[in-house]
C-alpha cells in the first residue's frame, strides 16, 4: 500500500482545498487536525507531509506541487500550455491579496489596538476582498471553470476562500461570472462527500 499524505489541517480551513485537490487525484491520505498545526513554524494550516517525509506549507504551493506532481489528474495547465501564465498569476494573487487578509480577520487583535479598532479592521479587510474579487473577475473571462473548461486547482482555491466571511453572497455582487464557476465546483459529486464532511452548506452559508 502507497505511502500516504498528511494533511495538517481543520474543517473550513484552507486544507479543504488540498483535500479536495487530493480527492480529485486519488492519492491516499489522511487528516491530523489543527492541534498538530505546531508541525508548520508559521503555526497555521495547512501543512502538507510527503510519503517522503518532507514537510510542505503555503497552500497555493501545496496545491501547485501537487497539480504538477500529478499531471495525469489535469489539475493545472502544463507548462508549455497558453494557460499557464495565467494560472501561476492568479494562484500567487489568491493567495497574496486574499487569503492573506484572514490572518488578520481571524484574530483582529492581532493588529487591532482595541475593540473598535478590530471592528474597523474587519470593514475595511472585507472591503479590500471584495475589491480584490472585483480585479480578477473583470480579468478573466471563465467557460465552465475560471481558465477554461477544464477544472484546476485555481477553482478549488477560490471554491474554498470565497466561502469564509464575508461569504459568499458578496462574493457573488462582486463576481458573478466567478460565482457560476464555484457553484459548479460545489455542485461536483466527485466532491460531494468532502463537502459534507469538511466544508458543509448548512443554513446560512452563503451569507
Known sequence: MATPFVVIGGKGTGSVA??????????PYRVQEGAKRAINPMRQVPALILPTGELMTESAA??????????DAGLAPRISEPARAAYLRWMAFV?????????????PSRLAAD???????????????????????NQLSPGRYLLGDSLTVLDLYVT???????????????????????????????LAALWAERLAFSKGWEG
Open 18 to 27: 488540498v483535500e479536495a485537490a487530493l480527492a480529485l487525484i486519488g492519492a
Open 95 to 107: 493567495s497574496a491579496a486574499i487569503y492573506s487578509l484572514y490572518w488578520i480577520r481571524d484574530k
Open 160 to 190: 474554498v476562500t470565497s466561502r469564509w466571511k464575508p461569504r459568499r453572497r458578496a462574493f457573488y455582487k462582486v463576481a458573478p461570472c466567478m460565482g457560476e464557476v464555484v457553484r459548479r465546483v460545489d455542485a461536483d459529486p466527485r
Open 62 to 71: 501545496i496545491l501547485i506541487w501537487l497539480a504538477d506532481e500529478f499531471p
Open 115 to 137: 475593540k473598535a479598532q478590530e471592528g474597523v479592521l474587519l470593514d475595511r479587510t472585507a472591503e479590500r476582498i471584495a475589491a480584490c474579487w472585483a480585479v480578477m473577475e
